[in-house]
C-alpha cells in the first residue's frame, strides 16, 4: 500500500517562478503535515509543518493541506537557485512520536 | 542550533559482516529514530525508541536488525549480518517529548555492502 504518493520530477523552472510541489495520501489518521528539504547526501532539514487541515506562510513558501482530498501542497514564490534541493513531503498521526512516512521526494532545479 | 550526529559519515563492508551505525541524538529529546535511504527510493521508517524500548518498527526491522542506547547519549543501529540490499543512506533522528513535527535528523551514514 503506498501511503504517501509524490511526483519525483526533476521540476525544472527559471529563477523568480512560482513552484508548486504537491502530495496525496490515503491514511486518514495522518494529522501533521510537513515539508522537508534535502540536498544530496544530506539529511531531511524540516522547512515547514502544518496541523490538520488550511494554510501556513513562511517568507515566500506557504503550505496547504486539503484533508477532505487527501492532498497536500508546498508553494514557493520568487524561487531562487539556493532552493534547488529535492523536497520531501512527510506525515504523522495524532499520538506524539509516530513515526513520519515520507513521500518519494521531487527534485527541483531552479536556473538564473 | 542543537543537532544530531552520526558516525560514521561512510562506512563499506563485507556481504555477511556486522556493522554498528552510531547517533547522537539532541541531548533533550526523548524518542529516537532510524530510517534509511536506498539510492533513488523514499526516506523509510525502521524504527523509533522511547523511554528505552522500542516503541514502533516496520516490517524492514526483522531479526537482523537491532537497537541500543547504551549510555545516557547514544544511540545505535546493529545490521548483524549485512546483505547488498543493505546498502542505503541511514538516518538517525530524534524528537522532543510531546511534539509531532519537530523531528530532527542527522547527515547519515551511507552504508556500502559489497
Known amino acids: 500500500q503506498k501511503e504517501v504518493e509524490q511526483d519525483p520530477g526533476p521540476l525544472s523552472v527559471p529563477e523568480g517562478a512560482i513552484v508548486s510541489l504537491n502530495c496525496t495520501y490515503s491514511?486518514?489518521?495522518?494529522?501533521?503535515f510537513m515539508w522537508y528539504r534535502q540536498y544530496s547526501r544530506k539529511g531531511p532539514e524540516l522547512l515547514m509543518y502544518t496541523y490538520s487541515s488550511g494554510n501556513k506562510e513562511d517568507g515566500r513558501f506557504t503550505a496547504q493541506v486539503d484533508k477532505s482530498s487527501k492532498y497536500i501542497s508546498l508553494f514557493i514564490r520568487d524561487s531562487q537557485p539556493s532552493d534547488s534541493a529535492t523536497y520531501l513531503c512527510?506525515?504523522?498521526?495524532?499520538?506524539?512520536?509516530?513515526?513520519?512516512?515520507f513521500g518519494k521526494g521531487t527534485t527541483l532545479s531552479v536556473s538564473s | 542550533e542543537p543537532e544530531v550526529t552520526q558516525t560514521p559519515s561512510h562506512q563499506v563492508t563485507q556481504m555477511g559482516q556486522e556493522v554498528i551505525l552510531r547517533c547522537v541524538p539532541i541531548s533533550n529529546h526523548l524518542y529516537f529514530y532510524w530510517y534509511r535511504q536506498i539510492l533513488g527510493q523514499k526516506v523509510e521508517f525502521l524504527v523509533s525508541?522511547?523511554?528505552?524500548?522500542?516503541?514502533?518498527k516496520s516490517e524492514i526491522f526483522d531479526d537482523q536488525f537491532s537497537v541500543e542506547r547504551p549510555d545516557g547519549s547514544n544511540f545505535t543501529l546493529k545490521i548483524r549480518s549485512t546483505k547488498l540490499e543493505d546498502s542505503a543512506m541511514y538516518f538517525c533522528a530524534s524528537l522532543q517529548q510531546s511534539s509531532n513535527y519537530g523531528y530532527t535528523f542527522g547527515s547519515g551514514t551511507r552504508l556500502t555492502v559489497v
Open positions: 525508541f522511547y523511554n528505552n524500548e522500542i516503541s514502533e
Open positions: 512527510a506525515m504523522s498521526g495524532f499520538q506524539a512520536g509516530t513515526a513520519l512516512i
Open positions: 491514511n486518514s489518521a495522518f494529522q501533521y
